[in-house]
């Protein structure tokens, strides 16, 4: 019963509750879910706007439960995501990132060092707190943050990253394509494709099949794909 109105407390961001559980037994703050999540993976998944809350809530219990000596570099599933990954990917939070950051949380730990996951959500301002801390922009997970988002047709994160010097010409690793490849044979709007191209994207690098963004386009019907990559 203790361990399940620990969670619970926690999960509703309630430190009154969770500091009193823990005061009466202190073996609670190993608690851990299903998932083996702990305390504080679980405080850093939860989003502070269905609670209805302010983001600085979830900041005084992590930081209430990183005083209490859990490990805020703890990985945890197939992936070892870390709390900051958590903080990134389900809470959303930039104050408990920047906290998390400013109390030592690595941020190279989270997969893609958590650019994926701000890319995805187009949370420009976390973003750029990672990168401002260390976070590699040309890390590869199969694919860049930057090829990622731009295949998400998440673009305003795309375009911050090409603006803060992500390599607009990376090649994926299975089939050797870039950005443009990509655009031309999604129909991208043509503009997103004069963008990049303005931003430094080659429409001249071949695929692993030998086919070029150039080549790509003047294939197509739609000439204003070819023009693009002028």
């Given amino acids: 019963m203790s361990k399940a ?19 009466a037994k202190a073996s609670l703050l190993n608690v851990t879910d299903r998932q083996q999540r702990n305390l504080l993976h679980l405080a850093c998944s939860v989003s502070c706007g269905k609670l209805k809350v302010s983001e600085a809530v979830a900041a005084r219990l992590v930081n209430d439960l990183l005083d209490r000596g859990l490990d805020i570099e703890s990985p945890v599933g197939r992936d070892a995501c870390t709390v900051l990954f958590f903080a990134v990917a389900r809470a959303r939070n930039l104050t408990l990132v920047k906290l998390l950051l400013k109390r030592g949380a690595k941020a190279t730990s989270a997969p893609g060092g958590g650019l994926f996951a701000a890319g995805w959500w187009e949370d420009i301002e976390i973003l750029d707190a990672l990168l401002r801390a260390g976070s590699p922009i040309d890390c590869v997970v199969g694919v860049t943050p930057f090829l990622a988002c731009w295949c998400w047709r998440r673009f305003e994160a795309a375009k ?44 001249d690098i071949e695929d692993r099949e030998g086919i070029t963004p150039r080549l790509k386009a003047s294939r197509k019907r739609d000439r204003r794909f070819l023009a693009a990559l002028e």
Avoid: C, M, Q
């Avoid at 990509?182 to 129909?187: A, K, M």
């Fill in 160 to 203: 911050a990253l090409a603006l803060r010097g992500a390599d607009v010409n990376h090649r994926d690793r299975r089939n050797g394509k870039t950005a443009l490849h990509y655009g031309v044979e999604r129909d991208f709007d043509p503009a997103l494709l004069r963008w990049l191209r303005k931003h430094g994207a080659s429409p």
């Fill in 5 to 23: 109105r620990i969670i619970e407390a926690v999960k509703h961001l309630d430190l009154e509750t969770t500091r009193k559980l823990l005061e």
